[in-house]
């Protein structure tokens, strides 16, 4: 769903499932790509980055996929941990830029 | 390395007081960020520093807002005079290239200063 305010998207998963986070881009020009973590009372923290040229691209336990045809960006996290309970944000480089534009982002919940 | 500090973690005023946020980027990092994040949205650029010279100021409300960074290093930002919608966590950010974020280059964040306007 789409957030407004207050109301961030939601996932709950179990322990030890996946999860997918997903988030749409409106701008083709953009060209780099980063998926950052935020722990409540914390700043963002860098996981993974993608840039335009690539589709995939992997790291420890995360994988980020990347559709410029419907521009859309997803995160997968492996085996779900309590610890990575979260606000994840997508953030995009618009087109040899150096700054970044963030998303809404989605709330994950990881339930024991 | 150490990372970005920021100061104060918390500051409650009252509207059309002013107030200063302190921001001590990572050590040799040329570019400072300072992002405005309300609550439930994400991080909006507010101003953007290439060593002391601003890059890019275009979302600052320059009418209360201001920023400098005058060696290159620490910076400071100030609300004067605080509106009630200002209430926000302001993000300090900083990156070591100066040219296009690219891999090996995020930015890294502070942890912010939680600002309530009443």
């Known amino acids: 769903g789409e957030s407004v305010g207050l109301h961030l998207p939601t996932l709950s998963v179990q322990e030890g499932d996946n999860s997918i986070i997903n988030c749409a881009y409106s701008?083709?020009?953009?060209?780099?790509f980063i998926w950052y973590k935020q722990e409540s009372g914390k700043g963002p923290q860098f996981i993974i980055d993608i840039r335009s040229n690539m589709d995939k691209r992997q790291g420890q336990r995360v994988t980020v996929l990347l559709n410029k045809t419907v521009k859309h960006l997803s995160l997968q996290i492996a085996a779900t941990q309590p610890g990575d309970s979260a606000v994840y944000f997508c953030a995009e480089n618009r087109g040899g830029g150096n700054k970044l534009t963030f998303g809404t982002g989605t709330q994950l919940k990881v339930e024991l | 390395e150490a990372g970005v500090a920021q100061s104060p973690r918390y500051k409650i005023i009252e509207k059309r007081q002013s107030v200063a946020f302190w921001c001590n980027p990572i050590?040799?990092?040329?570019?400072l960020y300072w992002y405005q994040q309300i609550l439930g949205q994400g991080p909006k650029l507010l101003i953007q520093f290439q060593n002391n010279g601003v890059v890019d100021d275009s979302q600052l409300p320059k009418d209360r807002f201001s920023a400098e960074r005058l060696k290159g290093v620490d910076s400071t930002l100030k609300i004067q005079p605080a509106k009630l919608e200002d209430s926000a966590v302001y993000l300090c950010?900083?990156?070591?290239?100066?040219?296009?974020?690219?891999?090996?280059?995020?930015?890294?964040f502070g942890n912010g200063t939680r600002l309530t306007v009443t």
């Open positions: 950010a900083s990156r070591a290239n100066r040219g296009q974020i690219a891999p090996n280059s995020p930015l890294h």
């Open positions: 050590s040799g990092h040329a570019t």
């Open positions: 701008n083709s020009a953009s060209d780099y």
